[in-house]
């Protein structure tokens, strides 16, 4: 049973169009992360919860907002989504206290 | 910083066993994992280490000496299937999981 659901699996958007992927978990961890992952490079942090504590990286473009309702769900808004943007994007969950995260299948986002 | 170091690329043959290093710096440290990634595929967890010495998973065990910073997933009895890209993070507890660039390896017949 998938623990760490993220839609859609592909998303395709116009540069400029505000666009929004979602991600929702399970296993009511408190810690939810969204990392962005380029072609051959490694997942980069952008935002993660600690409980409704957010924690935006320094270096995360202003263009890339987060929003936690609630435990199961959180959402990432790209605001204005240009050509380097494209990429995949990962959600993943832990356990406060935790060593483990859990990933979903990730969005992998195409800007035309 | 943030940074943890660990080589791009690493060929080994089927049957073999590869050693993947990976040095971190301190600030932030919690403890050390490890992840596997297939191509087109998320990272799934493979072992953990917070404190020295070696945690066997299986075919995969991992080492860390945090006095020198400085951690390794050993792969034992390599199959094809192993062929991925692996990645050292580190974090844990209340602190963010960050990953280094990642090793891709690939097993050779």
């Known amino acids: 049973d998938a623990m760490v659901i993220q839609n859609p699996r592909y998303q395709v958007t116009q540069f400029g169009k505000p666009v929004t992927l979602s991600c929702s978990q399970t296993l009511n961890h408190n810690v939810m992360y969204w990392y962005q992952q380029k072609s051959s490079q490694a997942p980069k942090l952008l935002f993660h919860y600690y409980d409704k504590d957010f924690n935006n990286e320094a270096d995360t473009p202003d263009n890339f907002q987060s929003r936690r309702p609630n435990t199961s769900f959180c959402f990432l808004d790209i605001r204005s989504p240009g050509l380097g943007d494209a990429a995949m994007y990962l959600c993943?969950?832990?356990?406060?206290?935790?060593?483990?995260?859990?990933f979903g299948q990730g969005t992998r986002l195409t800007v035309v | 910083g943030q940074s943890l170091e660990q080589p791009s690329e690493v060929t080994a043959v089927e049957g073999a066993i590869v050693q993947i290093n990976c040095t971190y710096q301190?600030?932030?440290?919690?403890?050390l994992s490890w992840y596997q990634q297939h191509d087109g595929g998320a990272p799934t967890f493979l072992s953990y280490?917070?404190?020295?010495g070696l945690e066997e998973t299986g075919r995969f065990s991992s080492f860390l000496s945090r006095s020198d910073s400085y951690g390794y997933l050993l792969l034992q009895e390599l199959q094809m299937k192993d062929s991925a890209s692996y990645f050292c993070a580190k974090g844990g507890g209340n602190t963010p999981l960050v990953f280094g660039k990642g090793t891709r390896l690939s097993v050779i017949a």
């Open positions: 993943a969950t832990s356990a406060g206290g935790g060593k483990v995260a859990f």
């Open positions: 280490n917070a404190l020295d």
């Open positions: 301190t600030s932030g440290f919690y403890g």
